[in-house]
């Protein structure tokens, strides 16, 4: 823990969300297409429909802004997450979120050909939240009830069963391959403001339940006896979290696809800045995760020039050591 | 009826003692897996019956038949056995170094570790024909490569004052997201790209097998097999655990390392033709142990003969039931594997 006093930590989160403005600035004007500053201005003060303003209004503007939107909620559901299981390795796409929004999606386009927005959208919360339930349930059976290890392991499993499922309909059906795959590399990049308008108001939602709760979450992750002694309904502050993780989870697949590795990096992350009170550490995570996706994204556009990597490669990238690290750790909090 | 029968050969220098149990299981498999074979021999959009397809492989059929099933089914099918034999002896072998029941090769991301190898050796040894510019013989050794520095890498992060096995799995299941990210990666930068084979391949599909692919992995399987069966011995003693291995006299770290290595070099060749045939590793041992207890010299044979049945039902279903689309046998396994993944971790709920 790095920063200690209140006034300290909100100083911190100042120069983040700086950060985080810098960041989307630097995604708008980096890339193939290289953009100054004088023409971004210009596009927004003084828009001539030029190539170049097109494209910071059309791509590069849309792009920045969903990879923060996205990066905030993933960072945000991860955080959620690692303190209702109370486990370190705990993360959307660890506990088969993303392969059960992904496979929803995919069964909806293809055998109820729905392509609607705000449909895909909820079908994508039904997906992560059946996905969800299984991995919370195979996680906890057994009489030393939930463990890291187990609910780890159960993840893996489900995410590998609603991943070949999903592959045998896209094999099945190759039209419907090329409408998804697209989508399910786990990018944010070519996506409409539309797209990012119709999820937000879910994400708001997930993001205000979280600071809402925050305080609450500080009494359960003393443990579920300690919290009932002190006179929680622990039931009901789960139940919270858990639609506030499905919110901003199922939103983040419904616009970006599956997106690894962010949920589980940043929570580490800002507790080793911010500490254990989860007041900081839900905004923090917030800010945190759009850095580190805006981060990659733009990392993305420059590894294989002039292609682009989908940014949730980069993520695995550089989220699998980071988690590898946790595991021999023993799972341990930070 | 006694439980062993013995066979002495060459005045009792040669001696085996054979399970009789463990015997008739292996038989009874052996002719289930004759049975599957001419039914697949037989299957697909010019039906045989098993008996005729008998028939037409002895050379009894008009030579359109005999082009089907020679040139098209036969080197398929071979494949399939080949490469189920070779994921479940794998996975037998992993699942007693590791001492764990759940280290499938798929899971701890071995099999990644082949996948990313061979998108890897097709991207850089191919032209702007998407021909290859190197023999294709050299693909398993790309996988088996790919594979053993991922077994390494997981023995190295895994290992921390010893090996506990479900540091193990964990670390695995990191590596296993990493190489998908890799193969993802691979795939965008090389031709394969193009080809929407890739998308099937990494499913896990012995689609468009012919007999020069036969002819590569036979060998290579049959040589490590029989590595696999004069090392069963110290197969036996790795399960009893490090300190009865190392009090019994057994060198117990070279032992696993070329054990491991044995193991990767099945995994790579099975890999290189097949893609990533999921859960084969990881359900054939388990069904073979339950049938006939866990000493290797029963073990192995039957978990062999189980993984081909295994790959050989998955591949003649997905070729025949939805005709005219073909599902790669991986699908299959996978949705057939993970679920009985599941149910073995609900059974170690209280270990």
Redesign the interface.
């Known amino acids: 823990m790095v920063l200690h006093s209140n006034k300290s930590k909100l100083v911190g989160l100042i120069i983040g969300v700086l950060f985080l403005i810098l960041f989307n600035f630097l995604s708008i004007i980096l890339g193939y297409t290289n953009i100054t500053i004088q023409t971004v201005i210009d596009a927004f003060t003084n828009f001539n429909g030029s190539n170049e303003h097109i494209i910071i209004q059309d791509v590069r503007l849309p792009r920045a802004l969903i990879a923060t939107a996205v990066g905030a909620s993933l960072g945000i559901a991860g955080a959620l997450l690692q303190a209702l299981t109370r486990n370190p390795l705990a993360s959307p796409d660890i506990l088969g979120f993303n392969a059960g929004a992904s496979f929803a999606i995919v069964v909806a386009l293809m055998l109820f050909s729905v392509t609607s927005l705000q449909a895909t959208t909820w079908i994508a919360f039904g997906g992560a939240t059946i996905a969800g339930l299984l991995v919370y349930f195979l996680g906890s059976i057994g009489r030393d009830g939930m463990t890291p290890i187990k609910m780890t392991l159960a993840g893996a499993a489900i995410a590998a069963l609603f991943a070949s499922l999903t592959q045998g309909l896209l094999v099945m059906d190759e039209s419907a391959l090329e409408q998804v795959l697209f989508w399910m590399a786990g990018s944010v990049q070519g996506r409409k403001l539309e797209i990012l308008l119709a999820v937000l108001p879910y994400l708001a939602i997930g993001i205000v339940i979280a600071i809402t709760i925050s305080n609450k979450i500080n009494i359960l992750t003393m443990g579920e006896d300690v919290a009932k002694g002190l006179g929680q309904r622990t039931m009901f502050v789960k139940l919270i979290t858990g639609l506030s993780v499905i919110l901003l989870a199922g939103g983040s697949v419904a616009i970006a696809g599956p997106i690894g590795f962010i949920g589980i990096v940043v929570p580490h992350v800002v507790k080793s800045i911010a500490g254990n009170d989860y007041r900081w550490i839900i905004p923090y995570s917030g800010v945190v995760g759009g850095i580190l996706l805006l981060m990659a994204d733009i990392g993305a556009r420059y590894v294989l020039m002039p292609e682009e990597v989908p940014v949730g490669i980069m993520t695995a990238i550089i989220g699998t050591p980071f988690f590898i690290y946790i595991a021999r750790k023993g799972g341990k909090l930070a | 009826m006694r439980k062993y029968a013995s066979v002495r050969a060459f005045r009792d220098r040669i001696s085996f003692l054979i399970d009789r149990k463990a015997f008739l299981y292996t038989v009874i498999f052996l002719l289930f897996l004759g049975v599957v074979f001419l039914i697949s021999v037989g299957m697909g959009e010019q039906l045989f019956s098993p008996w005729k397809a008998f028939n037409i492989m002895l050379g009894n059929g008009s030579s359109f038949e005999s082009l089907i099933v020679q040139s098209f089914r036969m080197p398929r099918i071979l494949i399939s056995i080949l490469v189920g034999i070779s994921l479940a002896v794998a996975g037998a072998i992993l699942q007693a170094i590791l001492r764990n029941p ?1 280290a499938s090769p ?2 701890i991301g071995i099999t990644g570790g082949a996948s990313v190898a061979v998108v890897l050796f097709l991207a850089i040894f191919s032209n702007e024909s998407n021909a290859l510019t190197v023999s294709i013989h050299w693909m398993p050794l790309a996988a088996f490569i790919g594979a053993t520095i991922v077994a390494i890498l997981l023995y190295l ?2 290992w ?1 004052n010893g090996l506990s096995s ?2 193990l ?3 695995g ?6 190489t ?3 193969t ?2 691979f795939m ?2 090389g031709p394969i790209h193009q080809a ?1 084979q890739a ?2 391949w ?2 896990g599909s012995v689609y468009g097998s012919n007999w020069s692919n036969v002819q590569i992995l036979a060998p290579i399987t049959i040589v490590l097999l029989l590595i696999a069966f004069i090392m069963t011995r110290h197969l036996n003693i790795q399960e009893l655990g490090e300190d009865i291995a190392l009090g019994v006299g057994a060198r117990l770290e070279r032992q696993r390392f070329s054990l491991l290595l044995l193991s990767t070099g099945l995994i790579g060749s099975a890999v290189a033709f097949a893609g990533g045939i ?2 084969v590793g990881l359900m054939a041992p388990h069904i073979a142990r339950k049938l006939v207890g866990s000493s290797f010299g029963n073990l192995l044979p039957l978990s062999a003969i189980i993984g081909a049945v295994l790959v050989l039902l998955a591949d003649t279903i997905g070729r025949t039931v ?1 005709l005219p ?4 046998a ?2 299959f396994t ?2 057939i ?3 009985y ?2 149910y073995l ?2 059974r170690q ?2 270990a």
């Open positions: 759940l798929d899971v992060l895994a921390k479900f540091r799995v964990l670390v299941i990191g590596l296993w997201a990493l998908k990210a890799l993802n990666l965008i930068i929407a998308n099937v990494i499913t999921g859960f939805f689309i073909e599902v790669p991986g699908v996978a949705a594997g993970a679920p993944f599941i971790l609900y709920r209280n």
